[in-house]
């Protein structure tokens, strides 16, 4: 009489990030706010604090991969991978820094040494 209905579960009432290509782009959003963070970190923190914090969020990464289904040495290539992308990120942003400060105080120095000869052109003219 009374017939056993079993709850379709359709794509709108399950999430965009639980099949695999809503873990996919979760994956690439993190990548790409990682590269960012590092980029950025590289101007202003030392390299042993940042190397600690690659190492944890890699670990956190890698962590979440192995429980995401993948094999624990997939899990741990997704880690080392995470981890050197992050420190070329650091790398890139020490850099971009070292070159904008140099380029700032040569533009400082030039304009600087530009004054100067314009006073004493007038004084000896």
């Not at 970190?41 to 944890?56: E, H, N, Q, V, Y």
């Not at 890139?92 to 100067?116: E, K, T």
């Amino acid at each position: 009489m009374f017939r056993h209905i079993e709850p379709r579960q359709d794509d709108w009432r399950r999430g965009p990030c639980r099949g695999a290509e809503g873990r996919r782009i979760v994956m690439l959003i993190m990548t790409l706010v990682a590269a960012v963070v590092s980029t950025a970190a590289g101007a202003a923190i030392r390299a042993w604090a940042f190397a600690i914090f690659a190492i944890l969020v890699a670990i956190g990464f890698g962590s979440v991969a192995f429980a995401d289904g993948s094999s624990l040495i997939g899990a741990f290539a997704s880690g080392i991978a995470f981890l050197v992308l992050m420190e070329i990120g650091y790398l890139a942003g020490v850099f971009l820094s070292g070159f904008a400060r140099r380029s700032a105080r040569l533009r400082q120095n030039s304009s600087a040494a530009d004054s100067v000869a314009a006073t004493s052109e007038r004084r000896q003219g």
